[in-house]
């Protein structure tokens, strides 16, 4: 009797490797941290959002030495969590570069198992595209998507989309990450954090700015977009406003 295929082995990358490959990759930054949150490994798309020059200007510093104050230390604390063990998976966030306009992502983070029984990271993030016009659920999507424009600002619920769609809630959430890479609940999300930025440029009260952009109280406010943004809409305000003093 003829014995059973063996099973091929599972192959693995290298991060100098996989560094290279997303060199090649202007939406993609990808990196490696150390136990103790230091850079190993940076691809050279996330080198030149940070306005440098050369890998070695990245590798052996923490992101409190790379990124500004108020976005470094939130990002410390993010890669803490990591190092102590927990996933992050495709969570939306607003990455403010200091040579770039603001950009819409989604970030995920891993453990990575070090020799010595340490730990460090690998991380990717990837910029949020366009949507799949082509696809056909489009027209019934962007229905949506108009309906969340006029409406983001009171409370909604996935299923009230899925009917204005005329899809089930199983298949509004599958269409909707195919064509837009988010999911109706990270599309409300980033609408509401987008109208947040635009009206803490403005007078209004953090809370008032929390409640007219569709956030219930303000902690629950403050809470999500510290998650989206990296730092407290006060803090927001404040560097927005530093910045426009500067230019």
């Not at 996989?18 to 691809?43: E, I, S, W």
């Not at 990271?121 to 424009?149: A, C, F, K, N, Q």
């Not at 204005?164 to 064509?179: N, P």
């Amino acid at each position: 009797m003829p014995s059973a295929p063996a099973t091929p082995a599972a192959a693995s990358i290298d991060a100098e490797l996989m560094q290279t490959l997303c060199d090649a990759l202007p939406d993609v930054v990808f990196f490696v941290k150390d136990d103790a949150g230091r850079y190993t490994h940076a691809n050279l798309t996330l080198v030149r959002r940070l306005g440098l020059k050369r890998r070695e200007d990245v590798i052996g510093r923490a992101v409190t030495e790379v990124f500004p104050a108020r976005l470094g230390g939130r990002y410390a604390i993010q890669d803490r969590r990591v190092l102590a063990g927990e996933i992050i998976e495709n969570q939306l966030e607003v990455h403010l570069y200091p040579n770039r306009q603001p950009g819409w992502c989604l970030t995920g983070k891993r453990p990575l198992p070090l020799p010595g029984q340490r730990r460090g990271l690998v991380g990717l993030s990837r910029d949020l595209g366009s949507p799949d016009g082509r696809d056909p659920t489009y027209e019934r999507l962007r229905l949506v998507i108009e309906h969340m424009h006029e409406h983001y600002a009171s409370a909604l619920r996935v299923t009230a989309l899925a009917q204005v769609a005329k899809l089930s809630v199983a298949q509004l959430e599958r269409h909707f990450q195919r064509v837009f890479q988010l999911t109706p609940q990270q599309a409300i999300t980033k609408l509401r954090i987008e109208a947040a930025m635009r009206e803490l440029r403005g007078e209004a009260s953090i809370a008032q700015v929390g409640l007219a952009c569709g956030f219930s109280d303000q902690s629950a406010f403050a809470r999500q977009f510290k998650a989206t943004v990296g730092m407290a809409p006060r803090e927001y305000r404040a560097s927005h406003r530093e910045f426009g003093a500067a230019r």
